[in-house]
Every structure is written in structure tokens, then in C-alpha cells.
């Protein structure tokens, strides 16, 4: 793929986030896509991110703003840079008990792309942070 290519797919892929629309979403990744979970394992398959954002539909409600994307000259890799305004909607396992707490973090992501879909998705935010904002211990 291009430059241009990917920075449309990636583009693409956050647009289908900011719709909610998860199967668009799902559309775009490999079958067999990398998923880095903030702080957590590394998941496999569309099944596995399917469920992830399940997950985080029931525990969060999220908007980004402010989304930069960068490509590397290859079109294989690219990277996006976005703050994430949201709402902490139901406790998740392991984190302080929610209840409605809103937060503002500044979040990356980090891809890699091959025939025309995402092989691998690599988030980042500072988890110390959102748990300042949120009221929970840091």
C-alpha cells in the first residue's frame, strides 16, 4: 500500500470508531490481526477484537479528538496520535468502581498493514493517569 493509502485506512478505521460503528471497524483488520492491549496481553484474531470492543462499549464511552496520523514511506506502518474525551459508564475487573467519572487523556496507537488491512493494532495511554482522574489510586 501507499503512503496514502494507508493514512485513508487508518482514517477510515478511527472515523468507524467515532461512529460506532464496530463492524466497519472489524472490516478493516486481518483476520488474524495483533491487538496490544494498554497494559495488558496480546490478543489475536478478529473474534478476540470483536470482544474487546464489546468490552469497552459496556465500560466506556469514548470520543478522540485532535487525531494525527503518520505513515512511514513504505505504507506499512503508520501511527496515530488522538486525546480521548470519556465517560468511565461500568466498573471494570481489576479498576476503581465507575460511576459516571469523565476523563482526558492524551493516547497513541501504533499499526501495521499489509494488503489492505490492519495486521496489528498497539494502543497506548498513561493508565496512572486515568486512574488520577478518575478518583482511583495511582
Known sequence: MTETETESLIRTYYAAFGH?????????LAEDVVHDVNQGPRERG?????????HMDHSYRERLTGLTIMVDASGSRAAAEF????EYLA???GLP??????????????FAVAEGRITRV?????????L????GAA
Open 132 to 135: 488520577r482522574q478518575i478518583g
Open 97 to 110: 468502581p465507575a460511576r459516571g467519572q469523565r476523563y482526558s487523556l492524551a493516547a497513541g496507537a501504533f
Open 122 to 130: 498497539t494502543t497506548y495511554y498513561n493508565l496512572q493517569e486515568w
Open 91 to 93: 466498573t471494570d475487573a
Open 83 to 86: 486525546v480521548v474525551e470519556g
Open 20 to 28: 460506532g460503528d464496530r463492524e466497519a471497524m472489524l472490516a478493516l
Open 46 to 54: 478478529k473474534a478476540a477484537f470483536r470482544d474487546f470492543l464489546g
